[in-house]
């Protein structure tokens, strides 16, 4: 209940409102995309101009004992698991933003909701976390691994651009407001 009434929908959605107001073109809450019945919505969906940019909200941390493990497949399945996963349908991450934008791109998910989405030439696949472990260059290029397949199955390589990880205070610092 924490993380996602609170966390989610009081602290990331405001912090998106603040951070993208006047200067998108179309901003949507992944609560209103629920509400409207949205195959697969991602947690805020930002258009400007002929981008979108999705974000994917994940209040997870990387235990210590993980971290501190020195083994490293132990660390890259952890982190994939928390910011990446697409294994038997159970998305998390990376993984729910590329199904957002199959669903997008291949199924007109979001026509209803965003008139001018026919226009739309690149996806930005954005995970936001609290933790700024995630947001080293080493889980970049694991999530830029991890994803690839998705995006071939998908056929989405002409719009998606490379996936990244953002942290909540990185994000929250780069508001105007």
């Not at 107001?21 to 901003?27: E, L, P, Q, W």
């Not at 629920?34 to 947690?43: A, E, F, V």
Request: glycine content about 6%; aromatic content about 10%.
């Amino acid at each position: 209940m924490l993380g996602n009434d609170f966390s989610e929908k009081e602290v990331f959605y405001r912090v998106m409102g603040m951070a993208f107001d006047g200067i998108a073109d179309k901003s949507i809450s992944g609560a209103e995309m629920d509400l409207k019945k949205i195959n697969g919505p991602s947690d805020y969906y930002i258009r400007i101009g002929k981008k979108v940019y999705l974000f994917e909200y994940k209040d997870v941390t990387l235990a210590d004992n993980v971290k501190y493990s020195c083994d490293y497949d132990t660390i890259k399945k952890e982190i994939l698991n928390r910011i990446s996963k697409d294994e038997n349908n159970v998305r998390k991450g990376v993984g729910q933003l590329l199904f957002s934008i199959n669903e997008i791109v291949n199924n007109n998910s979001m026509k209803a909701i965003d008139a001018d989405i026919d226009t739309v030439t690149e996806f930005y696949p954005i995970v936001v976390t609290t933790d700024k472990t995630f947001s080293s260059l080493g889980v970049q290029y694991l999530l830029v691994e991890s994803c690839n397949n998705l995006i071939k199955k998908w056929n989405l390589n002409t719009f998606v651009n490379i996936p990244m990880v953002l942290d909540l205070d990185t994000l929250f610092l780069m508001s105007p407001h």
